[in-house]
């Protein structure tokens, strides 16, 4: 089963917009959310990752909100432009340990 | 100071065949770790190595699939007798430690493409 849910599969946005992918986990005992970008051709990337024990991490124009009572997190683009346009999966750990469940990933473009 | 490096970046096999898949962690790095990646899905984790040793292989599935990290050389993820579902991206990670800590970032390769034919 699906431990960590993503959504939207896919979003268009505008330059100088936001963008906000959102994901879902049922594990409680899931204590590390990493956002992870991915260009074509290439490795995930580690964007920003954030801990269960704060509920706002921001990094640039990156942000990461965490929900603990309702078990989501999100990732927040400010300013986003065209070259931010890949795939952007959320990931979740447990354990301070490197196996991670990633989300399905959302494919942003980021039209100028 | 190289990253993780996996080769080949495309690995064109039959039905049936062998397929190996090479990753060489970063420099000081002694944690690998593999994941599989199907078209238009997330990544799927399958095994963590450290030097010599299988940590969780919980993701491999049980057979014709295994994975070594030896003290000399790189750490090399096989496929025997390969079939049509195998194909998929298949990416290398390592960090320095086993431990997803706050500051410890895991590193990714570019991935093999394997395509079964």
């Known amino acids: 089963q699906q431990q960590v849910k993503q959504s939207p599969q896919s979003l268009i946005v505008q330059k100088g917009g936001i963008s906000i992918i959102n994901c879902a986990y049922e594990n409680t005992a899931f204590d590390y959310f990493p956002w992870y970008q991915q260009f074509p051709g290439k490795g995930p990337a580690l964007l920003i990752a954030i801990r269960p024990d704060v509920s706002e991490k921001k990094e640039g124009r990156f942000t990461i909100s965490f929900n603990k009572s309702a078990k989501q997190f999100s990732l927040h683009i400010m300013d986003s432009q065209p070259g931010d346009s890949a795939t952007y999966f959320c990931?979740?750990?447990?354990?301070?340990?490197?196996?991670?469940?990633f989300g399905s990933g959302t494919k942003l473009n980021v039209k100028p | 100071n190289a990253g993780v490096m996996q080769n080949p970046r495309h690995l064109v096999r039959r039905r049936g065949q062998e397929a190996r898949l090479r990753c060489s962690p970063m420099?000081?790095?002694?944690?690998v770790y593999w994941y599989r990646q199907l078209p238009e899905e997330g990544l799927k984790f399958m095994v963590y190595?450290?030097?010599?040793?299988?940590?969780?292989e919980s993701g491999m599935p049980k057979e014709r699939f295994s994975a070594e990290f030896p003290k000399e050389g790189p750490s090399i993820l096989r496929i025997q007798q390969v079939v049509r579902g195998d194909s998929a991206a298949y990416f290398c990670?390592?960090?320095?430690?086993?431990?997803?800590?706050?500051?410890?970032?895991?590193?990714f390769g570019s991935g093999t493409q394997l395509s079964v034919l």
């Open positions: 190595l450290q030097k010599e040793n299988i940590i969780d």
């Open positions: 420099k000081g790095h002694s944690h």
């Open positions: 990931a979740a750990s447990k354990d301070n340990f490197n196996k991670f469940y």
């Open positions: 990670a390592s960090s320095p430690r086993g431990d997803a800590s706050y500051n410890e970032k895991l590193f």
